[in-house]
């Protein structure tokens, strides 16, 4: 084995779309990466489609917003978002468009955010954004290279890689493993597992290409839930025109696919075919010593709600910017107790609420008259409420509101900063990489930089670099600054 040993201030093990997000997001905060990701490239095969507001919040502030909408499936028109037909073939998509509001209708009463996106955004299309940018901004990704073992210490961590040039040591200060649900890193720590674990059979999830503008005409969707009892499954839109998903738990199969469209004569290429199955769980610790679990590591959690990928791209950004502070010596290293402490609480409620979401769909598709009072019922929250809603230090039981997330965005602290126009900028884009202070009047003798706004109501915030609240008053500033930015 050659024993070289390269410096780095952070090592993240995995190349995924939470891997990507935190090279990005440490680069914003000047910290340089080295990732490593045993795949031979970026994988090819979407996972993951849909986008929550908080995660193209994060990609605005990271400047990617405008990079991924242009990835994005356009989907501002005529889209019908989830369906459910017996087969496409003969399914009457005009009448189902024809009682639901457009894309660009919805985003248009969204007052609590400054993000849009005109569509879903496939991860395998996310992962080709993050890439360029990481590699743009300084992080070092070495493709073709797995981790072996793990050794720390009091001053970092040794890493044993195997890679195209062999066996080499790896040094870091510190450690992401955003290595996926079966990944190796959270087994060499010795950390658990709580929740229900594996959930329902094994699916294929059938990529494949064939034309089916026949059969959707000027109508979009998200996801076709085909419900023949020869050929059951879920339709995903890749690009919304030649590329898409099928999952499915019957055996891959051209033939399989022209059955569930119900197109006998439909050419099909199937492009790859990813086995899986839908997990529930949430490690028991989120870091040990100088390792961190992020994303899939951390909290495998099913699909339905599209809340497992966001909470992974919320656990980088959480993790990036105290990185950060303790390796430039702003904050004491007590700073990074604290990721555990706000993000596995997060990743228990994504949990629940997308089981909960597993045994009733209505809870998550259904947007009639009756929907808050189903959810109600269930002891399930909106979806916007798991995706930015959230606070930390406090319960759900502990929020304003479990349907309206606005209401919930209120400056109180443990909260996102309220969402406020100034001009064609948003508070959020005045959060840079330090902490700030919003409020109606002047704030003299600060290091920090003041954001004075008129008629400003939340009162005087002191908000951290990730734009979260981290105190609110009108008296103690200072002494709070200095206390929440050291990480005592």
């Not at 003041?450 to 609110?472: E, K, N, Q, S």
Request: charged residues 20%; contains cysteine.
């Amino acid at each position: 084995m050659t024993a070289t040993v390269f410096p780095h201030d952070v090592l993240i093990v995995g190349g995924g779309s939470v891997g990507l997000s935190a090279a990005v997001f440490l680069a914003r905060h000047g910290v340089h990466a080295l990732m490593v990701e045993r795949e031979p490239g970026p994988r090819i095969h979407p996972r993951a489609t849909g986008l929550g507001l908080r995660t193209v919040e994060l990609l605005r502030e990271a400047g990617l917003e405008e990079a991924v909408n242009e990835v994005a499936i356009d989907m501002t028109g005529a889209t019908l978002g989830k369906i459910t037909v017996d087969r496409l073939a003969g399914a009457d998509l005009a009448a189902l468009a024809a009682a639901r509001p457009t894309r660009a209708q919805t985003l248009d009463d969204i007052s609590y955010s400054p993000a849009r996106l005109r569509g879903v955004c496939p991860q395998n299309r996310l992962d080709r954004v993050l890439l360029d940018a990481a590699r743009e901004r300084g992080a070092r990704v070495a493709y073709d290279t797995e981790l072996v073992s793990l050794e720390q210490d009091a001053d970092g961590v040794t890493a044993v890689v195997s890679g195209p040039g062999g066996t080499r040591d790896l040094r870091a200060r510190y450690v992401i493993a955003a290595d996926g649900a079966r990944g190796s890193v959270r087994d060499l720590l010795g950390i658990g597992l709580s929740g229900p674990g594996t959930l329902g059979p094994e699916l294929h999830n059938i990529m494949f290409r064939a034309d089916l503008s026949h059969l959707t005409g000027p109508y979009g969707f998200a996801l076709c839930e085909i419900t023949g009892p020869q050929a059951p499954g879920m339709l995903m839109a890749i690009d919304g025109k030649s590329e898409w998903v099928f999952h499915t738990a019957q055996e891959p199969g051209t033939d399989l696919i022209r059955t569930a469209i119900g197109d006998p004569a439909l050419e099909v290429e199937i492009l790859s075919v990813l086995g899986w199955r839908a997990r529930g769980q949430v490690a028991d610790r989120f870091s040990l010593g100088r390792v961190f679990l992020a994303g899939d590591a951390a909290h495998a959690v099913p699909p339905t709600g599209a809340f497992g990928l966001n909470t992974g791209v919320a656990d980088a950004h959480n993790l990036a910017w105290k990185l950060a502070c303790v390796l430039s010596g702003r904050s004491a290293p007590g700073l990074l107790g604290t990721y555990h402490d706000e993000r596995r609480p997060v990743a228990l409620l994504a949990l629940e609420q997308s089981l909960l979401r597993m045994r009733d769909l209505r809870l998550h598709f259904d947007d009639g008259p009756d929907a808050a009072e189903l959810r109600a019922r269930a002891g399930a929250v909106n979806a916007p409420i798991v995706h930015l809603g959230y606070r930390y230090g406090a319960t759900v039981e502990d929020l304003p509101s479990t349907e309206d997330v606005a209401l919930c965005l209120d400056g109180s602290p443990g909260s996102r900063v309220p969402h406020v126009w100034i001009g064609d900028r948003s508070t959020l884009d005045l959060v840079d990489a330090e902490f700030c202070v919003f409020a109606e009047h002047p704030v003299p003798g600060l290091d920090v930089p003041v954001h004075v706004i008129d008629g400003w109501p939340y009162g005087t915030l002191l908000v951290r670099p990730d734009g979260f609240v981290a105190w609110r008053g009108e008296e103690g500033l200072a002494e709070a600054l200095r206390t929440y930015s050291a990480g005592a």
